[in-house]
């Protein structure tokens, strides 16, 4: 006497996350061949068979544009020759048509002179494939990390990077294969010349010994901190700033 029907040894599914065309590959092993080839099935949608080996069957499901999104579960029917049918479970499919989405693309610091090593980071909406990529005027940037949904990356500015505004570039698969759209921003300054300076004044022009004298001068940009000015040897001290106009 026989009352179980055949049962499944060992399955796989891959893979588990797929778009649109990919192939799911459903592969099983059953204790004993049934009487008739089984019926697998994603969900309501049927596999293909495309070989047994022994006792170990193969089948596959290219998904359409029009297939349902979701997890499903891929599924096998079987019967052994007295009737005894069998319903199992294979693994789970999620079936994903839609890209991730990448936004706030930061770059620290924002501004960078030859040699900088600067963080560039970004957001995705859903997790990704491994491998994301980032570009700094079409040189990869090296990953470094990934913390929940953000990603890092780390570029050296080189001379050869574009100034003032190199493209930077980020680009992703989610885990189905979805590409995202580029996410392309100029959110570094690159600056490789020092400043410049002009207007020097001194008043008085004329001094004595112990005459306060101020001297002025214009910087051609932002000054990361207060210059350093003297007199001769000696140091001169900060009274006052007017927009890029030290005094």
């Not at 007295?82 to 890209?99: E, R």
């Not at 959110?187 to 300076?197: A, M, V, W």
Request: hydrophobic share 40%; proline share 9%.
């Amino acid at each position: 006497t026989d009352f179980a029907g055949p049962a499944v040894v060992s399955s796989n599914v891959t893979p588990s996350f797929v778009t649109r065309f990919a192939v799911v590959v459903a592969t099983f092993v059953v204790d004993e061949v049934p009487a008739q080839d089984p019926v697998v099935l994603l969900d309501s949608l049927p596999f293909v068979k495309r070989s047994l080996s022994g006792s170990t069957y193969t089948f596959e499901r290219t998904i359409g544009s029009t297939d349902p999104q979701g997890t499903f579960p891929a599924t096998v029917q079987m019967t052994d020759a007295l009737g005894n049918a069998t319903n199992a479970q294979l693994g789970t499919v999620v079936v994903d048509f839609v890209p991730p989405i990448l936004s706030s693309l930061v770059v620290q610091p924002t501004i960078a002179r030859v040699g900088t090593v600067v963080a560039i980071s970004f957001d995705s909406n859903e997790a990704l494939r491994p491998d994301p990529q980032v570009f700094v005027d079409n040189l990869p940037a090296s990953f470094v990390s990934k913390l929940g949904l953000t990603y890092t990356f780390t570029y050296t500015v080189s001379s050869t990077t574009s100034v003032p505004s190199p493209v930077v570039v980020a680009l992703a698969l989610d885990l189905a294969g979805n590409s995202a759209a580029a996410l392309t921003g100029r959110p570094l300054t690159t600056d490789f010349s020092g400043p410049t300076f002009s207007g020097y004044s001194a008043a008085p022009s004329l001094a004595r010994l112990g005459t306060t004298v101020n001297v002025s001068f214009t910087a051609n940009e932002q000054l990361q901190a207060t210059p350093n000015v003297t007199v001769g040897a000696e140091p001169a001290y900060p009274v006052s700033q007017n927009g890029l106009t030290y005094t």
